[in-house]
T-cell receptor
Framework: AQSVTQPDIHITVSEGASLELRCNYS??????LFWYVQSPGQGLQLLLK??????LVQGIKGFEAEFKRSQSSFNLRKPSVHWSDAAEYFC??????????????FGKGTHLIIQP | EAGVTQSPTHLIKTRGQQATLRCSPI?????VYWYQQALGLGLQFLLW???????NRGNFPPRFSGRQFPNYSSELNVNALELEDSALYLC??????????????FGSGTQLSVL
């Protein structure tokens, strides 16, 4: 069965500093990988996704993620964080089932705190 | 364009009661997904509806059920509420079963509290 691990429950970063959120997955084939962000009181918003091709994917809000098959990782990065980036971040992995997103497995999330 | 809307925002029930949560997808979207987000557990897949049919359900007991109406809106019903059902219930919609993963659009959720 597929699984997603986000090792860091909380991360604190100073405003303007760089950010890396870790995500490791377990899946037998090439997975579909996603990063979502959840701001307080809001639903989830898709930041970026990886299906195939270039292993470095660009997303919205200045985020990027790199797929590393050898490490089973899909870490999210941002060169300089803003206070508005404070939120909960979820990594998700899915398998192609010929259907919809029912196969998405989410990690438990990383809570990002931005220090002034 | 309106996003995914969920109602009510908050719902307080007592053990044994029934809860009904509602979701209106983005116009043109035919697929609706329900997720449970319990504290510390991340998002757990509950149900997937498309074109009025239940396509798949997650590992939840039968007292979690729902339906999708002809206008593609959806209801999630939770019967015989238990304390551990307290969670944020998120609805998401997408264009439908395109044969590949599609972008999910999430609502802001219904916070269900069971006392």
């Amino acid at each position: 069965a597929q699984s997603v691990t986000q090792p860091d429950i909380h991360i604190t970063v100073s405003e303007g500093a760089s950010l890396e959120l870790r995500c490791n997955y377990s899946y037998g084939a090439t997975p579909y990988l996603f990063w979502y962000v959840q701001s307080p009181g809001q639903g989830l918003q898709l930041l970026l996704k990886y299906f195939s091709g270039d292993t470095l994917v660009q997303g919205i809000k200045g985020f990027e993620a790199e797929f590393k098959r050898s490490q089973s990782s899909f870490n999210l990065r941002k060169p300089s964080v803003h206070w508005s980036d404070a939120a909960e971040y979820f990594c998700a992995v899915g398998m192609y089932s010929g259907g919809g997103a029912d196969g998405l497995t989410f990690g438990k999330g990383t809570h990002l705190i931005i220090q002034p | 364009e309106a996003g995914v809307t969920q109602s009510p925002t908050h719902l307080i029930k007592t053990r044994g009661q029934q809860a009904t949560l509602r979701c209106s997808p983005i116009s043109g979207h035919t697929s609706v997904y329900w997720y449970q987000q319990a504290l510390g557990l991340g998002l757990q897949f509950l149900l997937w509806y498309d074109e009025g049919e239940e396509r798949n359900r997650g590992n939840f007991p039968p007292r979690f059920s729902g339906r999708q109406f002809p206008n593609y809106s959806s209801e999630l019903n939770v019967n015989a509420l238990e304390l551990e059902d307290s969670a944020l219930y998120l609805c998401a919609s997408s264009l439908g079963t395109g044969g590949a993963y599609e972008k999910l659009f999430f609502g802001s959720g219904t916070q269900l509290s069971v006392l």
